[in-house]
C-alpha cells in the first residue's frame, strides 16, 4: 500500500443542516493529501441537500437517496468509495486537521490492524467543551469488543480497512441502533482494533441526535447484538422477532438502563446550559449508580489528562 494511500471519508445526512457545514469543512480541511469526501443525503427535508451542494472541492460528491436509515447511507457511500481505507464522520460531529494524517500513519506502522479509533471531545451546541470520550484498547478490551460488549470510542473516530468492511457485509441495515457496535463486533474477528490516545475530534452532544431520540431503545438493540454475536459464534443466527419474544431484562439490567440514560440525560443538561436540572439529575445518576459515575468520572480525567499531554 502507498504511504499515502486513498481515504475515502462517508458523511451520511439527515435533517443535519445545523451542523453538516461544519463537518464537510473539517474532511475538506484535513492535512492529509490524498482523500476523498461523500456526503449521502438520506431523504432530508430541510438544506441539508442545499448546504452540502454548495461546496465546490474535486474531492467532493453529493449523493442522495429516499430515506432509508443511517446504516443504507454508509453502506451507500461506501460502494460509491474508491479507497482502500475508508472513515464514516456523522454529520453532527468533527474533526481536527491532523486526524486523519495521525491515523494513516499509526495503521500503517501496526501489522494486522483494521481499524483504529481515537479520543473525541465532547462538545455542546454553542461549542463549549464539556469532557472527553474514547480509551485505550489492549488485549482484554478486544475480547469484548468481539463479544460486542464494548465500543471502546464513537463510529466517527474510527479509520478502517475498507476491505475487511465489506468482507465481513458491511452495516447491517435492520438495525437502528447499535450498527456501530455490530461492525466493530464483526471487524474485530479479522484483524486487530487499535485506537490513539489522542482526542483528534469532537462529538457533539445534542437532544437532536439519533443516540438522544433512540435512548429508550438502546439497551434492547444492544443486547440483541450481543446475544447474535453469541449464535453466530456456534453457526446459529438470531432474528429481531425472535429476540423480541423472548426478551425479559433483569432487574439489574433494569436498574443499569436507567442509570445511563440519567448520566446521558445529565450531559445533554450540561451541554444546554441548563443547570438546575443538571445538577438534579447528575445528584440522582451519583445516588442511583455511584460506581457507574465513578467510574464515567475516571474515564473523563483519563481522557483529559491524554488530551493535555
Known sequence: MSTTPLVS????????????????????????????????????????AEIAASF????????????????????????????????????????????????????????????????????SRNQKVLGITGQSVGS????????????????????????????????????RFAEDLDLLARV??????????SCLGTYVIHRESASAQQLKSQPMTTRYVRERIKRRANDE???????????RPTWAQRHGDIVRALYRRTAESVAEERWAKAWMLGALTGLLGPRYSFRR?????????????
Open 56 to 123: 465546490d472541492d474535486p474531492r467532493f460528491r453529493l449523493l442522495a437517496q429516499p430515506n432509508r436509515g443511517v446504516s443504507a447511507a454508509r453502506n451507500r457511500g461506501m460502494a460509491e468509495s474508491s479507497g482502500p481505507l475508508i472513515a464514516f464522520l456523522d454529520a453532527d460531529d468533527q474533526w481536527d486537521a491532523n486526524k486523519l494524517n495521525e491515523q494513516v500513519k499509526a495503521i500503517a506502522s501496526q501489522p494486522g490492524c483494521v481499524a483504529i479509533g481515537c479520543l473525541m471531545r465532547y462538545e
Open 188 to 197: 474485530s474477528g479479522v484483524g486487530i482494533v487499535a485506537g490513539l490516545a
Open 297 to 309: 468520572f475516571l474515564m473523563q480525567r483519563e481522557g483529559s489528562q491524554h488530551q493535555s499531554g
Open 237 to 247: 443466527d438470531l432474528t429481531w422477532d425472535e429476540f423480541q419474544g423472548t426478551y
Open 140 to 175: 482484554g478490551e478486544r475480547e469484548l469488543i468481539r463479544h460486542g460488549k464494548l465500543m471502546p470510542f464513537p463510529l466517527s473516530s474510527i479509520l478502517f480497512d475498507k476491505g475487511v468492511i465489506q468482507e465481513v457485509g458491511g452495516f447491517d441495515e435492520n438495525l
Open 9 to 48: 471519508v462517508v458523511i451520511p445526512a439527515f435533517n443535519a443542516e445545523k451542523f453538516v457545514e461544519r463537518a464537510i469543512e473539517s474532511v475538506l480541511s484535513q492535512t492529509y493529501p490524498n482523500l476523498e469526501l461523500i456526503v449521502v443525503d438520506d431523504g432530508s427535508t430541510d438544506r441539508t
